[in-house]
Structure formats: structure tokens, C-alpha cells
């Protein structure tokens, strides 16, 4: 009996590691579960979690940049994964990236149009400064 687990030498080695694999993936699934994201004609909100659950917004005139990025395997189902930066204290650490978007340069470019209302109902402009050594 203990020679049919024996797996050609290796042990249960290759077992582990696929167990291992099977629980990454199952984490993941249950983080990705466990956030969505919303855009409303003012806000992008991101709702986090399954147990313990946190709220958080982006105010869309907020939102500098949106950028959009493609696997090759993903460019041909139409996914994408957007990382939106901005001076919210929500991405102070870090950009926020949404991966996995569906439709994702349609997406793109709503939340772009969204964005740009936003800017002009506040009358805000956004001014970038750059150090430049003379």
C-alpha cells in the first residue's frame, strides 16, 4: 500500500505543493469575492471584505490618471486590469488597482467621461508641478 503513494520517488512532495496551490487559489477566489466596486456620477466606492467589511470612495474629481493594462490572454477575452491614481487619501499608499475588468477600455473611458463631468461641476482643475533642476 504505502508503495502506491510512493509517486515514483518523489514522496507525497507533489501532493503538498498541489494542495498548497488549491489553497492560494481558493484565497484569492474569496478576496475577489469579497470586493466591488461601484461608480456613481460623484464617487468610484470599493467595498472590501466578507467578515469584516470596509467602505471606502474616491471622489471622481479627484482621480488623475486611469491607466489600463492587458495580458496577451487577456487582451483576446476583452479583461483588463485598470490602476486609477489620485490625490484621495484613499490611494496616498499606492494606486488602486481593479483587476480582472470585463470590457475594461469601454469601462475605461465611462469612468473617464465620469471623471471629467465631475471636474467641471466643482470647477476644478488640476495644475501638475515638476521640479526641474536648472
Same mark, same amino acid.
Given at each position: 500500500?504505502?508503495? =502506491? ?5 518523489? !514522496?507525497? *512532495? $507533489?501532493?503538498a505543493?498541489a494542495?498548497?496551490?488549491?489553497v492560494?487559489v481558493l484565497?484569492?477566489?474569496v478576496?475577489?469575492? !469579497? =470586493?466591488? *466596486?461601484e #461608480?456613481? =456620477? &460623484?464617487r +468610484?466606492?470599493?467595498?472590501r471584505?466578507? @467578515?469584516?467589511k470596509?467602505? %471606502?470612495? #474616491? &471622489? +471622481? *474629481?479627484?482621480i488623475? %490618471?486611469?491607466? @489600463?493594462?492587458?495580458?496577451? @490572454?487577456n487582451?483576446?477575452?476583452? +479583461?483588463g ?7 484621495d ?9 481593479? $483587476?480582472?475588468? %470585463? ?8 469612468l473617464?467621461?465620469?471623471v471629467?463631468t =465631475? ?7 488640476? @495644475?501638475?508641478?515638476?521640479? &526641474? %533642476?536648472?
Amino acid at each position: 500500500m504505502a508503495a =502506491a503513494l510512493d509517486l515514483g520517488g518523489l !514522496g507525497l *512532495y $507533489p501532493l503538498a505543493l498541489a494542495g498548497i496551490a488549491v489553497v492560494i487559489v481558493l484565497v484569492k477566489w474569496v478576496q475577489n469575492l !469579497g =470586493a466591488t *466596486y461601484e #461608480i456613481t =456620477a &460623484e464617487r +468610484l466606492l470599493i467595498r472590501r471584505g466578507i @467578515i469584516m467589511k470596509s467602505i %471606502d470612495e #474616491i &471622489e +471622481l *474629481y479627484r482621480i488623475k %490618471d486611469v491607466r @489600463i493594462d492587458f495580458s496577451l @490572454i487577456n487582451q483576446m477575452v476583452g +479583461l483588463g486590469t485598470l490602476t486609477i491614481s489620485s490625490s484621495d487619501e484613499t490611494t496616498r499608499a499606492g494606486d488602486l488597482v481593479i $483587476p480582472h475588468i %470585463d470590457k475594461a477600455q469601454e469601462r475605461r473611458e465611462v469612468l473617464r467621461r465620469l471623471v471629467d463631468t =465631475a471636474r467641471q461641476q466643482r470647477r476644478v482643475r488640476e @495644475i501638475d508641478m515638476v521640479h &526641474e %533642476d536648472i
